[in-house]
């Protein structure tokens, strides 16, 4: 492993490295990746995001931090989340740069800490009804990151995908595709090909689906019991 300067060059810049922690994001099936360029963005300015976005991710390298990977999420035409790849800074897997800058975008607009059920209104769990169209199978969720843009150097992993998913981010624009990324040695086209395979026939990793099943559904009975239950 490089060698890490463990003192980042513009603190305010990336006060997420110290401000959050990273959660765990779990990658989920997703069969293509099919986002389609919207020229408006470029003709409104918003060039500046995905360049603010690739000097994150060539910052990453230069330091040693991680992948060539940056992002940024976009709210109101201003940036409210920065995030970098930072697996060799941290030694965590899962420290991608669409991850922590969720992370850092969800921090910013929470006011403060959210326990129990008395979520208050304008946080990121405040309710929203299901876009029209949706095949969620509840009729509102926290609205978490919606109304968001996010804007990544490179096309996300099924892990940082899944994340943006939940996230509820409207559009997403990444610059390099999923065979860039495989030609500089990441295999995230290798995941996206992995996920569509029946559990008995990944190559990535071995799965024991419906291990202990009742065992793992008495959470989900306790959770179907709780009467304030708060989707997210």
């Excluded at 110290?18 to 997703?30: C, H, I, K, P, Q």
């Excluded at 360029?37 to 995001?49: D, I, R, T, W």
């Amino acid at each position: 492993m490089p060698k890490c300067d463990h003192a980042p060059a513009d603190p305010g810049r990336r006060d997420f490295l110290t401000r959050t922690t990273v959660l765990a994001a779990g990658a989920a099936a997703a069969a293509t990746l099919q986002i389609t360029p919207v020229k408006a963005a470029l003709e409104g300015g918003q060039k500046k995001f995905m360049e603010e976005a690739a000097k994150l991710a060539t910052e990453s390298v230069e330091k040693g931090w991680g992948g060539p990977f940056g992002a940024v999420i976009v709210k109101d035409g201003e940036i409210i989340g920065r995030g970098q790849n930072r697996v060799l800074l941290t030694g965590c897997p899962i420290y991608h740069a669409e991850v922590t800058a969720i992370i850092d975008a969800s921090a910013k607009l929470n006011p403060k800490g959210l326990l129990g059920s008395d979520y208050y209104a304008g946080t990121i769990l405040e309710m929203i009804p299901r876009p029209a169209g949706s095949p969620d199978v509840v009729t509102e969720r926290a609205k978490m990151l919606k109304g968001c843009d996010l804007y990544v150097n490179g096309a996300p992993c099924p892990m940082c995908m899944s994340a943006i998913y939940w996230a509820r981010i409207d559009r997403l624009f990444f610059g390099g595709s999923l065979e860039d990324t495989t030609k500089i040695g990441f295999s995230d086209e290798f995941q996206y090909d992995d996920f569509k395979l029946p559990w008995d026939q990944r190559k990535g990793i071995a799965v024991a689906p419906g291990f202990e099943r009742e065992v793992g559904l008495t959470a989900y009975t306790a959770w179907t019991n709780k009467k304030d239950r708060h989707y997210y």
